[in-house]
């Protein structure tokens, strides 16, 4: 097995590997999975998953259900897994969660941006991690070229200037302040078209999702922030 078998496992579902790395012990790979000689990182970038997404029988149901894209990723991966005799989790499902951040960087070159998701310097921020797949067998991954963090030679750094309610700072990201902003006519541009900091940023800006499904991404967040605060004590 090699990578170009899990490509070609991945055709047509609009997912795409997103690299992988030899796991040690202190990568806290689930003991459930048994012996994992090589941990795959699948994702999508741009609108290619969204595509396939928006036509399945999950998205229809979106509206009574707020975990349609889980659901989805699950039905798919849980496939292609299958087909390759290997097992798979995912980045939902806990607590507790698996580290996908830190496999995320040992399998690909992506770098912490200064709003807090990962920056690739193709894909830019418009992209995300789906799931892993766990393969016993241990194969030989190709070397990956050096790649500079693209943050550290943009000097303005304009997603920390663009949000109209400052939500993010060097010092971090004030979730409160921008589900407030959400929830406003102001708000708007940002569920629409999604996050004005995100669209800021120079980098992959060719792969930035299209209308819709910035809006189902940006009404997602918002819903599920909204669910926690009502669970939080004293609210």
């Known amino acids: 097995m090699d990578l170009k078998d899990i490509e070609k496992a991945l055709w047509g579902t609009g997912l795409i590997s997103r690299g992988g790395f030899h796991p040690g012990p202190d ?9 994992v000689g090589t941990v795959v990182v699948v994702g999508n ?5 969204w595509q396939v997404f928006s036509a399945s029988a999950e998205y229809a149901r979106r509206d009574r259900d707020d975990h349609t894209l889980n659901a989805w990723t699950e039905r798919v991966l849980s496939d292609v897994a299958a087909a390759l005799g290997a097992r798979v989790v995912f980045p939902f499902g806990g607590p507790p969660y698996h580290p996908f951040q830190r496999w995320a960087q040992k399998a690909d ?16 921020l418009w992209h995300a991690y789906r799931g892993a797949l766990l393969i016993a067998e241990r194969f030989d991954l190709p070397a990956r070229a050096p790649v500079a963090n693209p943050c550290e030679s943009c000097p303005d750094r ?3 200037t663009t949000c109209p309610v400052d939500a993010f700072s060097e010092q971090g990201y004030a979730v409160p302040r921008c589900v407030a902003h959400l929830q406003t006519a102001e708000g708007a541009d940002c569920i629409e078209a999604h996050c004005r900091a995100r669209r800021a940023c120079p980098v992959g800006r060719t792969y930035q999702y299209v209308a819709e499904q910035a809006a189902f991404h ?3 967040f918002l819903r599920a922030r909204l669910a926690a605060a009502n ?3 004293g609210f």
């Open 158 to 160: 304009p997603c920390l």
């Open 231 to 233: 669970e939080e004590p």
């Open 218 to 220: 940006q009404n997602h």
């Open 109 to 124: 070159s992506v770098f912490a941006s200064p709003i807090g998701p990962l920056i690739h310097p193709v894909y830019g």
């Open 27 to 35: 990568d806290l790979i689930p003991e459930a999975a048994g012996d």
């Open 45 to 49: 970038a741009g609108e290619a998953m």
